[in-house]
């Protein structure tokens, strides 16, 4: 069901190490999946996708990784760096060609 | 580089007050939405449009209106502010595309309070 009221988790890094961040998706019929970062104050901006076809799909510093038989994605991010701190979520498209359903979101803290 | 504008920024307002969030983009976007978000939580969809005169309830419940009349302009409007109302919103808009690609452009946001 919604999850109205969840605090987000936490993950803290070190500087330079990498970091994995993991979402559980609900709804097998999701073709379309695409994480977002949010920094504080700012409306969330556009990292990855990957469409359902795909297994795995690698940007700049960061892949991400689908596993639909346990619908599970997962983000990611190589050489973390202190700019990279931040929310990060992802969203799932649930109905074909209507809207993105996003996650409950992990906040990133990278410690220098 | 998306251009989707919000204002104002933050907002600080009376209880019992009208009050109006805009947001415009300029990339020829057929769909918009609104988004609800409290600090450290979860975005919530509470209305979106497929183009002008389209406006939809999203996935939470909310006493805001919305209109379309432009497809550039999609405006969120609350009647009569209450505390419970106190919360950022989110404008984001995306290409109607043949394909379920459903990447999403957002704003930076209004901070609403409502003392």
């Known amino acids: 069901g919604e999850s109205v009221g969840l605090h987000l988790p936490t993950l803290s890094v070190q500087e330079g190490d990498n970091s994995i961040i993991n979402c559980a998706y609900s709804?097998?019929?999701?073709?379309?999946f695409i994480w977002y970062k949010q920094e504080s104050g700012k409306g969330p901006q556009f990292i990855i996708d990957i469409r359902s076809n795909m297994d795995k799909r690698q940007g700049q510093r960061v892949t991400v990784l689908l596993n639909k038989t346990v619908k599970h994605l997962s983000l990611q991010i190589a050489a973390t760096q202190p700019g990279d701190s931040a929310v990060y979520f992802c969203?799932?498209?649930?109905?074909?060609?209507?809207?993105?359903?996003f996650g409950a979101g992990t906040i990133l803290r990278v410690k220098s | 580089e998306a251009d989707i504008y919000q204002t104002p920024r933050y907002l600080v307002i009376g209880t019992g007050k009208k009050i109006t969030l805009e947001c415009s983009q300029t990339?020829?976007?057929?769909?918009m939405y609104w988004y609800q978000q409290d600090p450290g939580m979860e975005l919530h969809l509470i209305h979106y449009s497929y183009g002008v005169n389209s406006t939809e309830k999203g996935d939470l419940s909310s006493e805001s209106t919305v209109s379309r009349i432009r497809t550039e302009h999609f405006p969120l409007t609350l009647e009569s502010a209450r505390p419970s109302h106190t919360s950022q919103y989110l404008c984001?808009?995306?290409?109607?595309?043949?394909?379920?690609?459903?990447?999403?452009?957002f704003g930076s946001g209004t901070q609403l309070s409502v003392l």
């Open positions: 984001a808009s995306s290409s109607l595309g043949g394909t379920a690609n459903e990447k999403l452009f």
């Open positions: 969203a799932e498209n649930i109905e074909y060609g209507n809207k993105l359903v």
């Open positions: 990339m020829g976007h057929d769909k």
């Open positions: 709804n097998s019929a999701s073709d379309y």
